[in-house]
DNA sequence: GTATCTGCAAAACATTTGCAATTCT
DNA sequence: AGAATTGCAAATGTTTTGCAGATAC
């Protein structure tokens, strides 16, 4: 689940996405930082560095990453919704106590031998949620 | 993945829910239609048997079962709750096509053969998006 | 110079909260 | 009567939309 992006902007292009500065910084934001972040975070991030941005910018942005597919949505909580730029497949653990994700690989092809064969399947998404190692040894 | 209740009243006095009369429709409602509503979708069945009902009532009632952990939330898809009265781990198939959400059974012993291990896991969650064997043959 | 992109303000939703009225025992 | 439950109205929070100004090619 690594990907190495040296040029943002031509990365971008090759996905059918004009570069703009704001979607170049968000994009470089969710690639530096895998903490599978809020829009909030993105926001509050960015604005230090971009402080004409605006929260729709950031929407409009995500969203025209999910129409181009290099980037997904992680719902493993109500009411907060993140953003990954992983797109391998692959699981997210959620500490309730600190609150961290951790990504998890995940080994699917067990899954495969049930009644998913009936189905189509285009997505696949795998949450955990409990207390990670660092919490439980306080 | 059955549950058989014939007396919703008993289960949720067992369950430490008084058992007043929404309280029984709404959990009722969800054995009787395995169909992962939403607040909505529950609201409106209910009203017309019940014309006083509220949306906050439910969203309260609701927020109870989960409480009480005799349901479960569903948050497959962004800004659409969903509710489960099934406690086993189990998967969910939704199709893009006809929304339809289908339970899909999961071997997730394989899963935690990763670094799951070196998590304390409380709850599992699996989703699943596509086309289901309906649609795909239209 | 025309298309597109950005960002403000307002709208649209979903969910929660405060509180008064109702219900149950 | 007393405690819990219900349901209205308002508040909150998140995401989308309309549109005018800015930017890019």
Chains 1, 2 share one sequence.
Do not use: W
Not at 1 to 19: A, D, F, Q, R, T
Not at 27 to 44: A, C, S
Not at 57 to 85: A, C, G, M, P, W
Request: charged letters at 30%; hydrophobic letters at 35%; proline letters at 2%.
């Amino acid at each position: 689940m690594e990907i190495h992006i040296e040029n943002v902007g031509e990365y971008l292009k090759n996905s059918g996405i004009k570069p703009s500065y704001q979607r170049i910084r968000i994009f470089q934001y969710l690639v530096e930082n895998r903490n599978h972040p809020t829009v909030d975070m993105i926001y509050k991030a960015l604005c230090a560095e971009i402080p004409t941005l605006s929260k729709t910018t950031v929407y409009n942005t995500l969203n025209l990453f999910i129409e181009k597919k290099i980037v997904n949505v992680i719902v493993i909580e109500e009411n907060e919704t993140r953003y990954d730029s992983v797109m391998d497949v692959h699981g997210h653990f959620k500490c309730e106590k600190c609150g961290k994700i951790f990504d998890i690989d995940i080994d699917n092809e067990h899954l495969k031998d049930n009644r998913l064969k009936e189905f189509e399947i285009k997505e696949q998404h795998y949450y955990f949620k409990g207390i990670c190692k660092d919490c439980a040894n306080k």
